[in-house]
């Protein structure tokens, strides 16, 4: 039962603690090592068949042709071809290893998946399931409503600004993705006690900043966690329906968040996020597997150390990451991103229009007591009803997506037509419903 435990958090701290312990197959090439050979000077370990390592500036960038298809079976060969000239690689047992988390069982990778699924969809949750009680809390602490709205303002900057650092301690390989999920949920979950008894605006605001920095690397990771255990062609469906649960969580929560200012007070806003996040938790802790292909390898090179006693086994990421200065790292965390924005016009222009999307979205927040309370009437389980629209024009997009997923491009990759550009598509047709939406609103509020 246990075993099916393998790479959880909670088995990582049996192992540490030497409760259990994992036995991993020693390679075969382990009974015909030659002492007195060194094995350390072969190949460079950096450089494989799909992949260029070049230097841009003091900068490491790694180019791959997107347009290849980008299954793991590539890498597994040439993984496998050095190996055999160097019996202490750790690499994947063949093609069907069933620690590649794309050879998951079907109801595995379904269980991983939902629980990032649930685990966004708090984080989504507490950005704005604070809205409905902001009136409340503004009688209670004698703030104004600009200082008010900073708590929804920082839980956002949070989540904007805690992937700069989190997200690539997550492609270190002795750490992976699982230990940032876990560790960054328990402070997001212990924050809302701290949240829901504070008694000044100020200490609020600062605890709703930490918070969202907290929850960010789920944000930002979960998409990368479910193209690790889901093959490319399924890989669309999957991560459309991961976004619905990111879009269909903020617009419910602001209902959730009426309900509870009803019923009790404001506080038990934070007292809901409280319970749903540490329900996450738990699973989390005892069930979510490390998805990070070079984590797991990791992982398995470390079981090997332990049990032969020799510490020449490594994979080839440790290799990597043991000769990246700490200099070079924190230039490969901040400088990257900034670099490529700058440099690719492609990734400038992206970045520019969802920034813009995104702050039009959040301002709905806002916007909706101005005109749905202060004009309409509303109360405040109306209001949280108002936003539940959002919901439904991404449940159509959902379907449209995936309709065009399996009538244009599932049939141009059987083809061996597919192009990157060709997800463009849908964008180019549906994007100006959002300028036609901002008129409708803004011509109907009655303003």
């Known amino acids: 039962m246990i075993h099916c435990l393998k790479n959880t958090a909670f088995t990582d701290i049996l192992e540490f603690l030497n409760i259990y312990r994992f036995t991993e197959t020693i390679p075969n090439a382990h009974n015909s090592i030659d002492e007195d050979k ?4 072969g190949d460079d370990l950096s450089s494989n068949n799909s992949t260029d390592v070049s230097m841009v500036d003091g900068l490491t960038t790694y180019s791959k042709d997107i347009e290849q298809p980008s299954d793991n079976e590539n890498i597994i060969d040439t993984e496998q071809t050095k190996s055999m000239k160097d019996p202490f690689l750790i690499t994947w047992n063949g093609k069907n290893d069933p620690e590649i988390p794309t050879n998951w069982s079907d109801f595995k990778k379904f269980f991983t998946v939902a629980q990032l699924i649930y685990a966004s969809w708090i984080a989504y949750t507490a950005s ?3 809205v ?10 004698h703030s104004s409503h600009v200082v008010a709205t900073l708590n929804l303002s920082m839980f956002v900057l949070g989540y904007g600004l805690g992937p700069m650092l989190l997200s690539p301690l997550s492609e270190v390989a002795i750490i992976g993705r699982q230990p940032i999920y876990i560790w960054s949920q328990f402070v997001f979950t212990i924050i809302q006690i701290g949240c829901a008894t504070v008694n000044n605006m100020a200490g609020l605001i600062i605890m709703r900043f930490i918070a969202g920095i907290a929850c960010s690397p789920v944000l930002t990771n979960s998409g990368a966690s479910v193209m690790d255990c889901i093959t490319q062609k399924n890989s669309v469906p999957v991560l459309a329906i991961w976004s619905f649960g990111t879009v269909f969580a903020p617009v419910t929560a602001p209902l959730l968040g009426a309900c509870m200012t009803v019923a009790k007070d404001w506080r038990w806003i934070f007292w809901l996020v409280l319970f749903l996040s540490a329900f ?6 005892f069930t979510l597997p490390e998805t990070s292909h070079t984590a797991v390898l990791s992982r398995r090179a470390s079981r090997i150390r332990k049990q ?3 510490n020449r086994y490594y994979t080839i990421q440790e290799k990597l990451d043991s000769q990246m200065e700490p200099r070079e790292f924190l230039l490969e965390t901040f400088y990257r991103p900034i670099y490529m924005i700058v440099n690719d016009p492609v990734i400038l222009a992206f970045d520019v229009y969802i920034s813009v999307v995104y702050g039009v979205f959040y301002l709905f927040f806002e916007a909706f007591p101005i005109v749905f309370v202060d004009i309409y009437h509303f109360n405040l389980i109306q209001l949280g009803l108002s936003y539940i629209g959002f919901s439904v024009g991404a449940g159509m997009a959902l379907v449209a997506l995936l309709y065009f997923t399996y009538k244009v491009i599932n049939p141009s990759r059987d083809k061996g037509t597919f192009f990157p550009e060709l997800y463009l598509l849908p964008s ?5 419903f959002l300028p036609f939406s901002l008129f409708l609103f803004g011509w109907a509020a009655s303003v």
């Open 38 to 41: 060194d094995y350390t000077g």
């Open 128 to 130: 704005s399931i604070y």
């Open 132 to 141: 409905p009680g902001q009136e409340n809390i503004e009688q209670d602490f």
């Open 280 to 285: 996450s938790f738990i699973f989390l802790f």
């Open 308 to 310: 032969t006693g020799d």
């Open 428 to 432: 180019m047709y549906f994007s100006w």
